[in-house]
């Protein structure tokens, strides 16, 4: 019996298929020599899916090696896992969360987090698998990285000398402070916790990690005015003031104003602000100039900064345009709170400015001649 491929002149190619999820199945075919210079050509075949079964394995085996503390065993199963989610992306990955990878990877992390200075390679090598799937679902584990030992480790790299391990770290720390408000305290009771995040931002290590910088500030303050006064102390007001000045992406500017909004609920710390002399300025020229929620922000943090009978903020505020702009604001339309402020911001603006041209004090530059006086 002659087989099809002999009759059709050619040769069977050789092939190697390797079984080994992960592995890859390479094809030797032999090229003539008139198409190729060299006679074998290896072609790279595509990887198969990850399947359930496999998955299982991946995760008990990576059980079984925390477990008994084998650090070489559990880097080489941990880069496999970062190997097959990134051969066959969304398809390995789904399979691999779904049967529990995140909880045994944070528990690896948690294990050997208390010896971080002996298994640093292996901790860095969880932190980059697990910030590379992020966003995750906060229940798969995420807890176990906010134990004392995990979260001393995560603040270890958050000052460390590599950027990649510096973002991979405030991550993780962004994610899990967000889960339970007893993270935000265990985290800010690390010393070099506070002042790391501020470092990034200062750094300018990446856009993502500035947003994600800010966001964990955010928590924090939003928590703790204890630790609120200590990150001002540390320069957040002008670090936050000159974010908005120099960066004009939307998304930071909102985050920068929603931190700072925070920061003026506490009376130590608004003392800080209003002693800045660029905040007023700022803060009025963002409004109706960034967005709804740059907005509305704009109108609580001066609001808050008035509200202690400050004048000076209300003559400031009236110098640079911020009479006119509320009254825009009221009529295209706003929330029932920032109307309410906007309201009486004005009714005392409108005051403050009557004052001022009883005694002659206005500069002609404010252009409010045509603006109607009674409010």
Not at 139 to 147: A, D, I, L, R, W
Not at 222 to 246: P, Q, R, Y
Request: proline share 2%.
């Amino acid at each position: 019996m002659v087989l099809p491929w002999r009759s059709r002149g050619g040769r069977r190619a050789e092939r190697r298929n390797l079984s080994t999820p992960g592995d890859t199945s390479v094809v030797k075919i032999k090229v003539p020599a008139q198409l190729r210079s060299s006679k074998i050509e290896l072609v790279q075949s595509p990887r198969a899916p990850l399947t359930p079964r496999d998955a299982v394995e991946i995760c008990r085996r990576l059980e079984n090696a925390t477990a008994r503390e084998e650090n070489a065993e559990c880097l080489e199963i941990v880069s496999k896992i970062k190997n097959l989610a990134r051969d066959n992306g969304e398809t390995n990955k789904k399979c691999l969360l779904q049967y529990g990878v995140v909880s045994e990877l944070t528990s690896c992390f948690q294990r050997f987090a208390s010896t971080r200075e002996e298994h640093a390679r292996l901790l860095e090598e969880v932190l980059s698998v697990i910030t590379s799937w992020l966003p995750l679902s906060r229940t798969e584990g995420f807890s176990k990285m906010g134990s004392t030992a995990s979260l001393n480790t995560l603040v270890s790299f958050l000052n460390a000398p590599d950027a990649k391990t510096r973002q991979n770290a405030l991550f993780i720390i962004r994610e899990v402070i967000a889960i339970d408000k007893r993270f935000v305290y265990a985290l800010t009771d690390i010393e070099g916790a506070c002042e790391g995040l501020i470092k990034i931002i200062k750094d300018s290590v990446s856009t993502s990690s500035t947003k994600a910088s800010i966001m964990a500030i955010y928590r924090i303050i939003s928590c703790d005015n204890k630790t609120a006064l200590k990150l001002v102390n540390l320069g957040l007001v002008a670090l936050i003031a000159e974010m908005i000045v120099n960066n004009a992406e939307k998304s930071v500017c909102e985050r920068c104003l929603v931190v700072l909004n925070v920061v003026c609920d506490n009376e130590q710390s608004r003392e800080d602000v209003l002693g800045n002399a660029l905040i007023v300025p700022l803060i009025v020229k963002k409004i109706l100039r960034v967005s709804d929620l740059a907005t509305q922000c704009s109108v609580s943090i001066l609001w808050k900064l008035w509200r202690k009978n400050r004048e000076d903020v209300l003559l400031e505020a009236l110098q640079v345009g911020a009479f006119e702009k509320l009254l825009v604001v009221l009529q295209v339309g706003c929330e029932e709170k920032t109307k309410e402020r906007a309201s009486e911001l004005l009714r005392n603006l409108n005051r403050c400015r009557n004052e001022m041209e009883n005694t002659n004090c206005v500069d002609s530059s404010m252009h409010l001649k045509n603006v109607k006086k009674s409010f």
